[in-house]
């Protein structure tokens, strides 16, 4: 007997079962989020978290600082260079459009075909250049969130007080 030709009883068992236990593979999320939350609860109160010092603290959110600060300026500089690229394949699709338009008044048909290959392959580089474009836009527009959603400044500035700085 092939695969083809096996029947799958396992949804009319479950149909069957149903009927007569209506509760049957019925889950209650309310009631699982609760078991949870009093696990969590009684773990934390278990095993609670260690101080940290105010030095260690102080550096671990500068570093964040610092670290979300330059994904900005390095995200901004990718985002520079490929607007640049895209920039110069459309300069050269320019260019070999208007040489491939004298080309055919001059009747060059050697260089025109040269030049519309030339063109294919610009314009497929051109297409690539314009998708890296979006993902460095994405990019950038994610490390900008991100440096302004930093909610550690009210705490940089508790911890300098309190360390003196």
Same mark, same amino acid.
């Given at each position: 007997? *092939?695969?083809?030709?096996?029947?799958?009883?396992? /949804?009319?068992?479950?149909?069957?079962?149903?009927?007569?236990?209506?509760?049957?593979?019925?889950?209650?999320?309310?009631?699982?989020?609760? *078991?949870?939350?009093?696990?969590?609860?009684?773990?934390?109160?278990?095993?609670?978290?260690?101080?940290?010092?105010? %030095?260690?603290?102080?550096?671990?959110? %500068?570093?964040?600082?610092? /670290?979300?600060?330059?994904?900005?300026?390095?995200?901004?500089?990718?985002? *520079?260079?490929?607007?640049?690229?895209? %920039?110069?394949?459309?300069?050269?699709?320019?260019?070999?459009?208007?040489?491939?338009?004298?080309?055919?008044?001059?009747?060059?048909?050697?260089?025109?075909?040269?030049?519309?290959?030339?063109?294919?392959?610009?314009? /497929?580089?051109?297409?690539?250049?314009?998708?890296?474009?979006?993902?460095?836009?994405?990019?950038?527009?994610?490390?900008? *969130?991100?440096?302004?959603?930093?909610?550690?400044?009210?705490?940089?500035?508790?911890?300098?007080?309190?360390?003196?700085?």
């Amino acid at each position: 007997m *092939s695969y083809e030709h096996q029947a799958n009883y396992f /949804s009319l068992a479950v149909k069957a079962e149903h009927l007569k236990n209506p509760d049957f593979m019925v889950v209650d999320i309310a009631a699982i989020e609760a *078991s949870a939350k009093k696990t969590r609860e009684e773990r934390a109160a278990q095993n609670p978290p260690a101080a940290v010092p105010a %030095r260690v603290e102080y550096n671990k959110l %500068r570093q964040t600082l610092y /670290s979300l600060t330059e994904n900005v300026k390095h995200s901004g500089v990718r985002l *520079s260079n490929d607007t640049d690229s895209v %920039r110069h394949f459309e300069k050269l699709i320019d260019g070999y459009l208007k040489a491939k338009k004298a080309c055919t008044k001059a009747a060059l048909l050697g260089q025109e075909r040269f030049l519309e290959a030339r063109l294919v392959a610009t314009e /497929s580089e051109l297409k690539d250049a314009q998708a890296q474009l979006k993902g460095s836009q994405r990019n950038n527009t994610a490390c900008v *969130s991100a440096l302004s959603n930093f909610e550690g400044h009210a705490r940089l500035e508790e911890l300098k007080a309190e360390l003196g700085l």
